[in-house]
């Protein structure tokens, strides 16, 4: 197996994983979505809200803000030791006071933890005109994405890595392969027509229906995959990746000490 990082920041992080097979990419893209434990806000008590938003749409919205958190400080309510009853180490309080007029964003959120705050600051959440105020105090706990989609880890989406073969091309075609491409794969150096860059490829097979002789032959490469991974969540996208594998790696764990019973 080998992995290639190909493009990488906060929110994105783009890789190549070869020598494995399409039932891996499927488990290791499923456990990123719905069964990483990201932090999102799941109560929320008001004291005051005469805005015009309704108690319950304000606590969707404030459901969906991403939460950073540190991951060996809290424990999925269902695993901590105070028995689901919420403790410090499954629960965070975050509280909001403002009076209108204003727009309330997310970095309003006051939190009790430092290592909890919105991973993006200015997501506005709803506006108070003159006289209207809100005050509340919610409460986030962890959770996953099989649960609800406000606890969705990452956006995640994967392609098997192209392999694009290029035969003889006659002089007079080589623009029009160039320009057939809608992702720019391919340009022409000293006349002949190469590839800049195959994970670009989205398999469209423009260049293969422009082939009247079969010039160019794309084909996926089926142990190969691009995976692209958007974080949905408060966590870094490269991290979702890392506690995916680490999912994995307990599943895994469990599985062998289940078999080892059975003996
Ligand atoms: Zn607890």
């Known amino acids: 197996m080998e992995v290639k990082i190909l493009e990488r920041n906060d929110r994105e992080i783009k890789f190549l994983v070869s020598g494995v097979k ?14 990483v434990p990201t932090m999102a806000i799941e109560w929320v008590e008001y004291n005051t809200n005469t805005s015009a938003m309704p108690d319950e749409v304000l606590a969707n919205r404030l459901g969906q803000v991403p939460l950073t958190y540190d991951p060996k400080a809290y424990n999925l309510k269902k695993d901590c030791k105070c028995d689901n009853k919420g403790c410090s180490r499954c629960e ?14 997310s970095d309003d959120l006051k939190t009790t933890d430092k290592s909890v705050v919105p991973f993006i600051e200015k997501i506005p959440l709803v506006e108070l005109f003159a006289d209207q105020e809100l005050e509340f105090v919610a409460t986030a706990q962890l959770g996953m994405g ?16 192209p392999s694009i073969k290029i035969g003889d091309i006659a002089k007079e075609d080589l623009d029009k392969f160039v320009k057939v491409c809608p992702r720019d794969v391919f340009k022409t150096k000293d006349g002949k027509l190469i590839v800049t860059d195959p994970v670009k490829c989205i398999l469209c097979m423009n260049c293969v229906e422009a082939s009247r002789k079969g010039e160019v032959e794309v084909t996926p ?7 692209t991974v958007e974080t949905a969540s408060g966590i870094r996208a490269e991290d979702v990746v890392q506690m995916a594998t680490e999912v994995l790696g307990e599943k895994m764990k469990e599985f062998q000490k289940e078999l080892k019973k059975l003996k």
């Not at 039932?23 to 069964?35: C, P, T």
């Not at 490469?221 to 995976?227: N, S």
């Open 146 to 161: 099989r649960e609800h989609s406000k606890w969705q880890g990452a956006v995640v989406g994967y392609k098997n890595l």
């Open 92 to 105: 965070v309080k975050l509280v909001l006071k403002k009076k209108g007029p204003a727009m309330v964003y």
């Open 22 to 35: 399409s039932s891996f990419a499927g488990a290791l893209r499923r456990v990123m979505i719905s069964e």
């Open 221 to 227: 490469v089926e142990d190969a995959f691009v995976f």
